[in-house]
């Protein structure tokens, strides 16, 4: 389900970065409302947000933590937010899927499949932490699978039912396309579905374009018009994949969770850079960028006045 106009969502810290990898990513709740704000200036009609405690920069779920990064964000912008319930591999389901239960959000984040989740080849480019969850944590990827069965997906769905939030479906492989439309089958989740197609992490689909096309003819052929396609390329992939799919209809994301650069070698300064480098590529093609109405229209979202923020 192409739109005429290209929704950027920007995800602006996540759960993956650690803080010594960049001095540009977003740690306390004052920088993550800063980041997204500067993003939906730039143009990102969707933020997508993570928490993380302030003084190590730790992921962190509790609903306290959104708070006021929730709170500033509506303060200052009618940007779509879309909360995780992704939150991290290390979190239980019940833990994740807090903040969206306690705030429901217009989006939020729901993933589509168990999978290995390697962060550990990192430790290969960064050698110097500030602090030590952040080196034990990418070790830590090694063992550890980023459960989402289809007990926990359930839960998900069935814990926000009630707030009318919708769903960016996160498909790190083909099999994740084949879960979302057992769900879809079934009448658990309603169409138009926001799938957020990933791709380049260890453990997902690789980002070779033959891949990005092949998760596009698969959900193409499980859901016809029934969804509304959008893509994320991790590290050096990002904007190569973003351009990709621009061009044949595709919403992009971007931000510093997916990649903490802006050129080969090049940290991005901000996650506003990201956004308007994106947007850059977008009109170049002769594209529209999509606004936050435009956006909330296109996925059909509840609106901005109907969240619990």
């Known amino acids: 389900m192409a739109s005429r106009k290209i929704i950027i969502t920007c995800a602006v810290t996540g ?28 143009g990102a009609a969707v933020v997508h947000l993570h928490a993380r405690r302030p003084y190590d920069g730790r992921p962190d779920q509790s609903p306290e933590a959104f708070a006021p990064i929730l709170q500033s964000i509506k ?41 290995n989740f390697g962060l550990f080849p990192m430790l290969k480019r960064f050698k110097r932490f500030k602090h030590d969850w952040e080196p034990a944590a990418l070790e830590a990827s090694r063992n550890v699978v980023f459960r989402n069965t289809y ?16 769903y960016e479906f996160e498909c790190y492989d083909t099999s994740h396309l084949h879960n979302l439309h057992y769900f879809w089958r079934e ?17 997902g689909i690789g980002s070779h374009p033959d891949e990005v096309m092949h998760m596009k003819r698969t959900a193409d052929r499980l859901f016809g018009d029934n969804y509304v396609w959008s893509v994320l390329g991790a590290g050096s992939a990002q904007m190569k994949i973003a ?56 996925l059909m979202l509840k609106g901005g006045d109907k969240v619990g923020f």
Do not use: C
Not at 19 to 29: A, I, R
Not at 79 to 100: D, K
């Open 243 to 298: 351009a990709m799919a621009a061009a044949i209809g595709g919403n992009v994301r971007v931000g510093l969770e997916d990649s903490l650069w802006i050129g080969p070698g090049q940290l991005a300064q901000s996650n506003a850079q990201q956004v308007l480098q994106v947007r850059k590529i977008i009109e170049g093609l002769g594209l529209e960028v999509a606004s936050a109405v435009d956006a909330r229209e296109i």
């Open 75 to 115: 303060q200052r912008s009618d940007v779509v937010v879309n909360l995780t319930t992704g939150g991290s591999p290390f979190m239980s389901i019940e833990e994740r899927v807090a903040p969206a239960a306690t705030y429901g959000p217009e989006l939020a984040s729901l993933n589509m499949g168990s999978m």
């Open 151 to 166: 007990q926990d997906i359930q839960f998900v769905i069935e814990t926000l039912r009630r707030s009318g939030t919708r």
């Open 15 to 42: 759960s993956i970065h650690t803080p010594s990898m960049s001095d540009h990513l977003p740690v306390t709740s004052r920088e993550i409302a800063d980041a997204a704000v500067g993003a939906a200036e730039a």
């Open 187 to 203: 009448g658990l989740v309603e169409g138009p579905l926001f799938i957020q197609t990933i791709f380049g992490l260890l453990g």
